[in-house]
């Protein structure tokens, strides 16, 4: 079959040639010559009756695809159909919403929650100062006999009474560590901001805050550590002097890295938490906050309903296509049954393709350059037009 079709290739070309030879290569012959490949082609498109059998029965089957893919593409636009107006809601509850907001009906959040943790938060607060500022004396100014280090019911008694200075850097001490964590909250709301604008958030500040506070409460807890043993030792309940390594089994150091650095980085979020609720901001900033979340919402809406109409457009226009496809091989399964063979467009067009190439190989040959490409830019448009009233013809029979 694959030599039958390039011996009629070559045919063709030849039959190009040899025309272009005899007309001098004159484009307004071409037209003639056009209608001697189509009449050599159409003969070559008759069939048997075995052939023209098989020809329908394929044609039957790729229908029958078509109407199956039809069935499919109807079954995804009534989906879609339903999506879109589910979508169209949501929209437009949240067009209402927005609504609602300006005109001071908005809800600003769960209020029960920051209740809970701003309470939680508070006495959070109280806990580390109390904690610092009993480990902070301790570390300072040593530890009472029969004390822990880290908790003293009397710390700022013993602080007033060693003089005001005392008292002052023992009440100032907590604020280092209070600082810290909030600066850990700025560094998280600037994250925030980060991830708005759609850029990586950064946690090297975070990172940095907590491992200070890790070291400040390791060398807490190792004073106190030091601290509880000397005691001990002075009162005889152990006869071996401090060394470094008694801190790691030493259950004060980390009951001061627990009671002290763990409650404190729960604290911190909590803090974060408390002080970025839509609760603490002004009526306006309330009012500009929900709208601009119920913004990013509509957004997010708008492209999933952009992209539901498209899939609708496309299936739509899929279905079109197959009702057209199911139109022309239905007309071509009636040709084949009444002796009215349908034409293979594509199989015309390779077959003047090959003539064309003939014709214009011979014009190259026998002339110059310039003239020989204006002789085939004028064949090429003669062929053109010839190519576009036949398939007019063509399709006025169908």
């Not at 006869?239 to 259950?251: P, Y």
Request: charged residues 25%; negative net charge.
């Amino acid at each position: 079959m694959q030599e039958e079709q390039n011996v009629n290739n070559e045919e063709l070309r030849q039959f190009g040639f040899q025309s272009a030879i005899n007309s001098q290569s004159n484009p307004e012959s071409i037209f003639g010559y056009l209608n001697k490949v189509y009449d050599k082609f159409l003969e070559t498109q008759k069939l048997d009756e075995q052939s023209i059998k098989n020809r329908i029965f394929k044609l039957k089957e790729e229908i029958v695809f078509e109407k199956n893919k039809k069935n499919e593409l109807q079954a995804e636009i009534t989906t879609q159909q339903a999506n879109k107006k589910d979508k169209e809601e949501d929209i437009k509850d949240l067009e209402l919403e927005k609504v609602a907001i300006k005109n001071g009906e908005g809800e600003i959040g769960d209020n029960a929650s920051f209740i809970i943790g701003a309470f939680i938060t508070l006495f959070l607060t109280l806990y580390l100062f109390v904690f610092y500022s009993s480990s902070g004396y301790s570390v300072f100014y040593g530890i009472k006999q029969k004390s822990l280090g880290f908790l003293n019911s009397n710390v700022f008694a013993d602080a007033l009474g060693k003089g005001p200075g005392v008292f002052a850097v023992i009440i100032l001490f907590p604020i280092i560590f209070l600082g810290l964590g909030f600066l850990i909250h700025n560094a998280l709301e600037e994250n925030k901001k980060l991830e708005k604008e759609g850029k990586s958030k950064k946690f090297t500040v975070i990172a940095s805050l907590i491992f200070i506070t890790l070291i400040a409460d390791a060398f807490i807890g190792y004073k106190i550590s030091e601290g509880v043993h000397n005691n001990n030792f002075s009162e005889g309940k152990t006869n071996e002097l401090w060394h470094f390594s008694m801190v790691f089994s030493d259950i004060n150091f980390y009951l001061v890295l627990i009671l002290g650095f763990v409650v404190y980085v729960i604290w911190g979020f909590l803090l974060n938490y408390v002080l970025s609720h839509p609760y603490l901001k002004t009526e306006s900033e309330k009012t500009k906050y929900l709208i601009e979340l119920i913004n990013e919402k509509l957004v997010e809406n708008r492209n999933d309903l952009n992209a539901i109409i498209a899939k609708i457009a496309k299936a739509e226009s899929d279905c079109l296509s197959c009702d057209t496809r199911i139109q022309q091989k239905g007309k071509d399964i009636l040709g084949y049954e009444t002796g009215d063979v349908p034409v293979n467009v594509s199989a015309l067009k390779g077959n003047i393709s090959e003539f064309m190439g003939g014709w214009q190989y011979c014009t190259y040959g026998n002339f110059t350059s310039e003239e020989a490409l204006q002789l085939n830019n004028d064949a090429i448009k003669a062929q053109e037009n010839w190519l576009e009233q036949k398939m007019n013809q063509i399709n006025s029979e169908n």
